[in-house]
């Protein structure tokens, strides 16, 4: 049995197969007015919607940027050697072992005199990462002067 609707917008009384069904019902407006509709919404919002896309692209791009860097930390923080240093003569042979192995420094913060230290961590790829850690402010001038 063939059931037909009239469209709320043309008022032409149309077959079931020409509506969209949502949940097993029939929708309206009939598929030719909705189509109709969507594509002069589309002509007429075209620089809204351009905007949107751009900033939904720009979002996505910063969610994978950061948890591209949220994970990279995560390894990091994981696969590390902490280290504090506060004699001279302990820095010398840590200061060797970071050159011969080819480590690089890669995040400096904080300064010898505060409560933190002054934190260097040295990185290679695919090993252990190294954490310096002094109150020393010797130490601090040749990590800087070295640039280590």
Same mark, same amino acid.
């Given at each position: 049995?063939?059931?037909?609707?009239?469209?709320?917008?043309?008022?032409?009384?149309?077959?079931?197969?020409?509506?969209?069904?949502? /949940?097993?019902?029939?929708?309206?407006?009939?598929?030719?007015?909705?189509?109709? &509709?969507?594509?002069?919404?589309?002509?007429?919002?075209?620089?809204?919607?351009?905007?949107?896309?751009?900033?939904?692209?720009?979002?996505?791009?910063?969610?994978?940027? &950061?948890?591209?860097? /949220?994970?990279?930390?995560?390894?990091?923080?994981?696969?590390?050697k902490t280290r504090?240093?506060?004699?001279?003569?302990?820095?010398?042979?840590?200061k060797q072992y970071?050159?011969?192995?080819?480590?690089?420094?890669?995040?400096?913060?904080?300064? &010898?005199?505060? /409560?933190?230290?002054?934190?260097?961590?040295?990185?290679?790829?695919?090993?252990?990462?190294?954490?310096?850690?002094?109150?020393?402010?010797?130490?601090?001038?040749?990590?800087?002067?070295?640039?280590?």
């Open positions: 049995m063939i059931i037909n609707y009239k469209c709320t917008k043309c008022n032409i009384e149309k077959s079931e197969d020409d509506y969209y069904k949502q /949940k097993g019902k029939v929708t309206q407006p009939c598929k030719d007015c909705r189509n109709k &509709y969507q594509k002069e919404y589309r002509k007429a919002h075209l620089e809204s919607q351009k905007a949107r896309q751009r900033e939904w692209k720009r979002s996505k791009f910063v969610r994978i940027f &950061y948890l591209t860097i /949220k994970s990279f930390i995560l390894r990091t923080v994981i696969n590390m504090t240093v506060e004699s001279f003569e302990k820095w010398l042979i840590i970071i050159i011969d192995n080819g480590y690089r420094s890669w995040q400096r913060q904080y300064d &010898y005199s505060t /409560k933190e230290g002054y934190q260097v961590r040295f990185w290679k790829a695919n090993t252990e990462q190294i954490e310096v850690i002094t109150h020393n402010k010797d130490i601090e001038e040749d990590i800087r002067k070295n640039s280590l």
